[in-house]
C-alpha cells in the first residue's frame, strides 16, 4: 500500500519538502493561530510600549477614551497597560504548567507502562489517587498554606501542575501499554536497542499527537485555574495576571459600578486564548498523523447520481456486476491515481482473477467496487452495476448508506487481506457470525439463526463445536474458514476476496482454494479474487485480469493468459515465478526485464523467455471447477495441516 510507482503519481499540484509536513490550511487552524499570536504578542510587546500599570493617577474610574484605550481604574490605573502585563503573567504561568504537567504525565504514564512490574503499579497506585482527589480544593488548600508573600508565579505554577498531571498520565499509560505489544517495538527490542532508545525512537513519536494536545490542554487549564485562585485572592502575590486584575475589579466594585472595561477585557482575553489554543489543538493531530492530514475538507467532485435501478448497458447477459472505466484518485500532496479506467464483467458463478505486482491498484479497485474507499480515495469516474438475480440492475455508486450496509453484506461480500485478523478477540464465532445475521435478518428466530450458522461453518469444513470458540483457540486457517463462513452466511452472489490466504502456509492455502472453488460449485456464487500470484490464478480462476499501474493491460481466460500471454508484462509475471521443473524465470533469476514490449507471445503449452520451457502444471483449468492441482472432494477431516484442532 506504500510504493508510489512514478507512473501511477498524478502530476504534483500539491506541496513537497518540509511543507508537506505541515496540515493543510483551514479557516480552524488560521483563526486558532491568529489569536494565539496576537495575544501571545501582546503579552510580550504590550508592557514595553504602555507604561508603567500600577501607576497610581488622581483620575479615578474613568472608561475608555482619549489618552486612555481602555479607561482606568478606581486608582487611576490604566487599564490597558494592566492588561498587557496581565496577559504576560498569565501566559508565562500557563507555560510552566504546560511544561512541568506534560513532563510528570509523560514520566508517570509512559516510563510506568514501559518499565512495567512494580514500577507501573506504583507510578499507576500515585496517578489514580492523584485523580480521586478533587483538583480545585486541593488547589485552594495547598495555594492558602503557602504564606502570601512566597505565593509567586513559580509556586501556584507547582501547585497547578501537581493537580494537573494525572488524568494525561492515565492516557498516555493506556496508549504506552498498547504500543508497547507492536511488532515495531517488539523488533526494536529484539534488535537489541536500549530502551530509552525504544521509547524515544519507536514510542515517543506515537504519542506526540496525545502530549501536544495535553500540552495545550494543560496551558489552558492552568490560565483558568490561575484566573480563579486570584479572583478567589489566592493567586501568586508577586505578578499581575489576568485573574487578579479580575480580583481587583471584583473588590473594587466593577459591576455595580457598570465599570465593564475593567472586567470584561481580561476575561476576553482568557476566553479568546483559550478558543485558539482549542483551535489549534484540532490541528495537531493532522501535523502528526499523516493519515488525517491528506484527507480532504469536502467529498471531492463523485459523479452525481440518483440512486436505485438503472438500465442495463451491459452485453454479456450472463454478467452478475459489470465495472466501467472506473478510475480511482488519493488526492494526497501529489495526487495518486491508483485506478485507472479499469472495465471488468464478473459472470455468474465464475472465479475473475485480478492479479497484479504490490502497489498496482487491486485493493483500491476492489474497495471502491464495494464502496469502501475512504478519503483521501475518491471515485473520479466510471460506473459499477450490481445485476441481481431478481432481474433489477443497481448502480452501486449511488447507492444510500441505507441501501449500501444492506448491499453490501447480503448481495456482495467481501473477505479482506489479512482477514483471518478480522474477528473481533473477545467474542466467541458464534455470537460474530449470529451478529451478521440479527443485523440484515432481523426477523430471524435465535433457532434458525443457530441452524444457520452451524450450516456455513459445517460448508466451510469447521467443527460446528467451534461455534463456542474464541478466535484465539483456532488455528490460522480455521479463523481464515470462519470468515469466508461469515462471508457467505447471507447467500451472497459475490465474493470479492482480496489477497485470502497470503498469511497461510501453501498447504493450508490449498485447502481453502479448494473449499472455495466446492463452494463456488455448490451455492453458484461469482469470485473477485485478487492475488499478486498470477499461477495461483491460472489454477483457480476462470478468466484473469491482470493490472499494472492501474490500468488492466490483460484481460482473457487463464487458458489464454497462460498459453497466449498478450501483454510483455503479463509475460513478464509468469515469468517471475519458479517453474514446477526446477528452473526459476529470468525475471526472478538475473533481474531483468523479460522482453521488450511488443515482442512475440510465446506458442501455446509455452511461456517466451522462461528457460525451462512450458510450465508443466498439469492440465490447464477448463470449465468451472479446474482439475489438476487443486484437489476436489470434501474436505479432510482431524487436525488442520497447520496444527490447530478442527
Ligand atoms: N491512503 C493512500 N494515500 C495515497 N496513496 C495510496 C494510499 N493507499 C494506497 N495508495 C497508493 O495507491 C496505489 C495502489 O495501492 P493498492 O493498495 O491498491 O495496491 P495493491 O495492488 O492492492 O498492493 P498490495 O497487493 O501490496 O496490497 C499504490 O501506488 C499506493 O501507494
Redesign the pocket.
Known sequence: ?????PA?VVPPRGRSGLRSMLPRWSPKLGIGLALIVAITLFGLVGPLLLGDPNLIRDLGLTSPGGEFLLGTTLTGQDVLAQLASATRGSLYIGLLVGVMATVLSALFGIIGSYVGGYVDEAFSLFSNVMLVIPGLPLVIVISAFVPADQRGSWTIAVVLAITGWAASARVLRAQTLSLRNRDYVAAAKVSGEKPWRVITVEILPNLLPLLASQFVFAVIYAILSEAGLSFLGLGASNSSTLGTMLYYAQNGFALQREAWWWFVPPGLVIALFGCGLSLVNFSIDEIINP?LR?IPRRRAAEPDRAAGPVASTDADADAVMTVRDLSVV?R?GTP?H?VKDVSLTLRRGEILGLA??????????AYAINRLHRP??EVTTGSVTFHDRDGDDLDVLALGPGELREFRWSKLSMVF?GAMNALNPVITVRAQLEDVLTTHRPGMTGAQRRARCEEVLRLVGVDVRRLRSYPHELSGGMRQRVVIAMALLLDPQVMIM??PTTALDVVVQRGILREILRLRDEIGFAVLF?T?DLPLLLELADRIAV?KD?EVVEYATAEEVYARPAHPYTRELLESFPSLTGERGAFVRTGDRAEPAGAEPAGAGGVAGLPGGPIPSGPIPSGPIPSGPIPSGPIPSGPTPSGGVR
Open positions: 500500500m506504500t510504493n508510489l510507482s501511477t493519515k491528506d488519493y494526497v495518486v491508483a497484479g505486482e504490490s502497489g498496482c491498484g487491486k485493493s483500491t479497485l483521501p480515495a487481506q482480496d489477497e485478487i499478486h493490472m492501474g
